[in-house]
């Protein structure tokens, strides 16, 4: 049975395709396949990458987030996971919509989009739980407050109906429901890409200028409270994935490297890396001039502001030439753990997240010194790889017969 994006891959139908094999009404591209024949591991080398960047970022007390990538410019890594969820939704489910039709495609990904409900109710639970008896056991209703569960404290009987509902996301818990909102639409992207990829983009892109300058939103519940990842923004960059995965008319020609489209992207990437930097040093924050602040500020992250957009797009565009599908590192025995945690990364989110609370007491209660920072995000990064290795063990063992 084929995995389910947007999370636990393998990767299985067009990767496996010899190249120029047809695949529903899409031609399979060399981009896809790798020239030993196998999946394309950079889809699992950066989805991994972006889990343990999710992870750290999400120790608000340790100074090791940092050194992630949001401090160096206007994307983060919810960006690079969007953008391999579409570009492996597609990969797996334009070859089911071949085989098996339309009807079928979109009750196996309705299925996935309910197993990621489950998995976020079930990591809700588990992280209110984990604050409560933190809260308590250290007498401080800081914690309740800070990670938005006072609701939950107090009126559990509404808060766990608002849970179920989406409306009460504690903070840290909002990507799982923009990747079940993405997989709802998931099928008629599909369809449309894999007959109109041009027009499908296009439509994509009205919705994201409408989410951009006319406010649209989903979901928007009656007090006027809305998702803080909106998915109206979000599909556009989803949408872009899957696109690039279709091999739409044109895409060859667009990603062929160019001298000056390099260099743009080079010299936006620094200018992003500046004005980053500014945040932090006020040396580099005296020589934003206000007037630039004022075009920038503010880069909305809850609708993907257009620099956000176009940081990711331009460090995509780079690493699509700078890292080969065959590059010799993704291999090397040192990145396996990362590698392994994109191949089983939904077990491996939602452990991280949790973790990513338990650090946080850990550096606030007893020790927030630079060891122990660098501690407990090296102990949080070994218990999501053991976890994956684990995963990926039951899940080939799961596949031999008998």
């Known amino acids: 049975m084929a995995a389910h994006p947007p999370f636990d891959e393998p990767v299985d139908p067009v990767a496996a395709a010899p190249a120029g094999a047809v695949v529903g009404t899409v031609r399979a591209q060399p981009l896809v396949v790798s020239r030993a024949g196998g999946r394309d591991l950079r889809l699992d080398f950066f989805r991994g990458m972006a889990l343990w960047l999710i992870f750290i970022d999400h120790v608000p007390s340790s100074r090791v987030a940092d050194w992630t990538l949001r401090n160096f410019g206007f994307s983060d890594a919810t960006e690079i996971f969007v953008f391999i969820a579409g570009y492996s939704s597609y990969l797996v489910y334009s070859r089911l919509l071949s085989k098996s039709g339309f009807g079928f495609m979109s009750a196996t990904v309705l299925r996935r989009c309910w197993q990621l409900y489950i998995a976020h109710v079930v990591l809700c639970v588990c992280f209110v739980a984990q604050i409560a008896y933190v809260a308590g056991h250290f007498d401080n209703p800081m914690y309740i407050e800070e990670l938005n569960v006072a609701r939950v404290i107090e009126h559990p009987d509404v808060a766990l109906i608002d849970i179920l509902l989406l409306y009460l996301r504690p903070v840290n ?82 990603v062929r490297p160019r001298r000056w489209v390099v260099g743009l992207a080079i010299g936006y990437l620094m200018f992003g890396c500046w004005v980053a930097l500014s945040w ?89 010194g630079m060891p122990a920072q660098i501690g407990v995000v090296l102990v949080g990064l070994v218990a999501m790889t053991l976890l994956a290795s684990l995963t990926g063990w039951y899940r080939s063992r799961a596949r031999v017969p008998g």
């Open 173 to 254: 818990l909002d990507v799982l429901p923009l990747y079940a909102a993405l997989m709802l639409v998931a099928p008629l992207v599909i369809a449309g890409l894999a007959r109109w990829p041009t027009a499908t983009l296009a439509v994509s892109a009205v919705l994201y200028a409408g989410a951009q300058w006319q406010g649209w939103a989903w979901p928007i519940y009656a007090d006027g409270d809305r998702w803080f990842f909106n998915p109206v923004g979000w599909q556009f960059l989803y949408v872009i994935g899957a696109w690039c995965a279709a091999a739409a008319p044109g895409y060859a020609a667009l």
């Open 280 to 368: 932090r040093y006020p040396v580099l924050e005296a020589t934003v001039p206000n007037w630039l602040g004022t075009v920038l500020y503010p880069i909305d992250k809850t609708n993907l502001d257009v620099l956000r957009l176009s940081h990711f797009l331009a460090i995509a565009y780079l690493v699509r030439w700078l890292v080969p599908r065959d590059a010799a590192f993704m291999r090397h025995p040192v990145w396996r753990p990362m590698v392994l945690c994109g191949q089983n990364s939904l077990n491996v989110f939602c452990l991280g997240i949790y973790l990513s609370f338990a650090a946080h007491i850990v550096l606030v209660q007893y020790d927030d």
